[in-house]
């Protein structure tokens, strides 16, 4: 099966800074790349859409300058934290859509995001 | 609008006894349908995909899911438990004249009991 991998895995950063979290799609091109927020215990809440070459679609009530999402190539898509809070401590996982063919889409790992 | 409803928090099961995990959904058009399963940590990993054709749909790990148009339902079951299956299960719907955005649903947290 295709191949998203999330880096980093796990990552405690302090109060004030700014976090990058990298999704990769290895061995397909991704049109389509999707940036979800997991709370203990809850479903996925998607945060963003991002189609490469354009500007992320970002979900209501999601702040578009604090969670910076670029989408370079087909292949790449960042999420920054920035000015990180505790309250943005949390589990993000992003996923990725194949161009063409096949319909689901794959997740990577998943990062672990603690802000001390 | 789509929608997924997965009606059970937790479901029990004694290793070796056949599990059932039960997901509806809600679309205007005709649906596709995913199961994905999420380990502690970890990101979803997916486990079968309805798209057309047969509706008893078979995937991975002796996983299997039967799509019921009439009940709206796309209930994943598997015919023995292993403690190993013990994990977030996920169900997924799009509309396939719809969004290409899939909508989850909440969740069901399944525990095999050796």
């Known amino acids: 099966g295709a191949v998203v991998s999330q880096h980093p895995s796990r990552v405690i950063c302090k109060s004030g800074t700014s976090v990058k979290i990298e999704c990769r799609s290895l061995d397909f091109q991704a049109t389509t790349m999707f940036w979800y927020r997991q709370f203990p215990k809850q479903s996925l809440m998607l945060m963003a859409t991002s189609n490469e070459g354009s500007k992320a679609t970002y979900e209501q009530g999601v702040e578009k300058d604090k969670f910076l999402i670029n989408h370079a190539s087909l292949t790449l898509s960042t999420l920054t934290v920035t000015s990180a809070h505790p309250e943005d401590s949390s589990f993000y996982i992003c996923?990725?859509?194949?161009?063409?063919?096949?319909?689901?889409?794959?997740f990577g790992q998943g990062t672990r995001l603690t802000v001390v | 609008a789509q929608s997924v409803a997965q009606p059970e928090d937790q479901v029990n099961v004694a290793e070796g006894n056949p599990l059932t995990v039960k997901c509806t959904y809600s679309?205007?058009?005709?649906?596709?349908l995913f199961w994905y399963v999420q380990y502690p940590n970890r990101g979803l990993q997916f486990l079968l995909k309805?798209?057309?054709?047969?509706?008893l749909v078979k995937g991975s790990y002796g996983f299997e899911a039967e799509f019921n148009k009439s009940q709206t339902s796309f209930h994943l079951k598997k015919p023995s438990a292993l403690v190993s299956d013990s994990a977030l299960y996920f169900c997924a719907v799009r509309d396939m004249e719809g969004s290409y955005i899939p909508t989850f649903g909440r969740g069901t947290s399944l525990i095999v009991h050796p």
């Open positions: 996923s990725a859509r194949m161009i063409q063919g096949i319909t689901e889409a794959f």
């Open positions: 679309v205007s058009g005709n649906p596709y």
């Open positions: 309805y798209i057309t054709g047969d509706n």
